[in-house]
């Protein structure tokens, strides 16, 4: 959604987040500035949900059922894509 987006996680998840978007083909950044608190980087998070909905034609989800923001986008993907468009893999421990 911005720049650095991992910035705050624990140096673990942020080196593993660092390296899959090292290794994508594409990565796109919709706003250009690091938002300044906690609530600009929720809008962020929206903008980009947003996003994925109007520009997707399928969707891949990693989600654990637990994080109702992740549920609100699976929902909307599903509304906008169609069912057999959307599909969630639970995350392995």
């Known amino acids: ?4 987006p991992a910035h705050a996680w624990p140096a673990e998840a ?6 899959l978007a090292e290794a994508a083909a594409d990565v796109i950044v919709l706003q250009g500035k690091v938002p300044a608190d906690r609530a600009g980087a929720r809008a ?14 399928e969707a891949l989800v ?3 059922h637990h994080d109702p923001e992740v549920g609100r986008l699976v929902r909307a993907l599903t509304d906008a894509l169609g ?3 959307v ?6 421990d």
């Open 1 to 4: 959604p911005y720049p650095d």
């Open 14 to 19: 942020r080196a593993r987040f660092d390296a």
């Open 44 to 57: 962020a998070i929206g903008r980009r949900d947003a996003w994925f909905v109007r520009n997707a034609s």
């Open 62 to 64: 990693v989600w654990d």
């Open 83 to 85: 069912e057999l468009d």
């Open 87 to 92: 599909w969630v893999i639970e995350p392995q």
